[in-house]
């Protein structure tokens, strides 16, 4: 069974600071993708890792897939309490079944 | 263009009753999922279904959930009698074709089982 784990699960932090959370599987992943979800909302996808090594920013959110595709991590600089939410990551099973990390709950405030 | 839509948004029975939850999936989209999550943790697929069929059930608890897609658009998903531990947001979501693409999920129905 394909696992991915998440860290931190809990991260409190203030307006202005920066931050990483962290998805690690034993497992080769063809691609790993980010979901931030708001309270009493779905997950809304954010981006899709696909090459081993790659970078992707989304304005103040940089997303890295590691080397071996079997870790990815996200990185938010001067964090805002609009970043507020949980994280998820996610990939794609053998199977074509999508699981899930269990989920960073990021709170940034003011 | 509408997104997923789930209803109802809140539920709050006794352990024992039924319950029912309805999907209406963004249009034209083939392929349709749902997902329980619990608290602090991330979605876990129950059940896939590709049109009005369901390709991969193998983690739906067919002893007391039921789901069907007639019509292959709109969907239903039943538990029957509900226990405690069924308390959590049951999310549905859709793609336009098969696997591996991007998933667009509603807001969820969230269950509070007493």
Same mark, same amino acid.
């Given at each position: 069974?394909q ?22 599987s034993s497992s080769v992943f ?32 940089? =997303?890295? =897939?590691?080397?071996?595709?079997k ?20 990939? =794609? ?6 699981? =899930? ?10 | ?19 029912? /939850? ?42 007391? /959930? ?38 667009? /999920? ?9």
């Open positions: 069974t696992l991915l784990e998440q860290s931190p699960q809990f991260l409190s932090i203030q307006e202005g600071e920066n931050l990483t959370v962290y998805c690690n063809s691609s790993l993708q980010w979901y931030r979800q708001e309270p009493g909302e779905g997950p809304v996808l954010l981006v899709t890792v696909v090459t081993g090594g790659e970078v992707k920013k989304l304005k103040r959110l940089t =997303f890295q =897939f590691g080397d071996a595709r870790d990815s991590s996200l990185h938010i600089t001067a964090a805002q309490p609009g970043d507020t939410g949980l994280y998820l990551c996610a990939g =794609f099973d053998q199977g074509g079944k999508l699981i =899930f990390g269990q989920g960073t709950e990021l709170s940034v405030k003011p | 263009e509408a997104g997923v839509v789930q209803s109802p948004r809140y539920k709050i029975i006794e352990k024992k009753q039924p319950v029912a /939850f309805w999907c209406n999936p963004i249009s034209g989209h083939n392929t349709l999922y749902w997902y329980r999550q619990n608290l602090g943790q991330g979605p876990e697929l129950l059940i896939r279904y590709e049109n009005e069929e369901a390709v991969d059930d193998s983690q739906l608890p067919k002893d007391r /959930f039921s789901a069907e897609r007639l019509k292959g658009v709109d969907s239903t998903l039943k538990i029957q009698p509900a226990e405690l531990g069924d308390s959590a947001v049951y999310l549905c979501a859709s793609t336009p074709g098969t696997t591996q693409e991007t998933q667009y /999920f509603g807001p969820g129905t969230r269950l509070l089982v007493l």
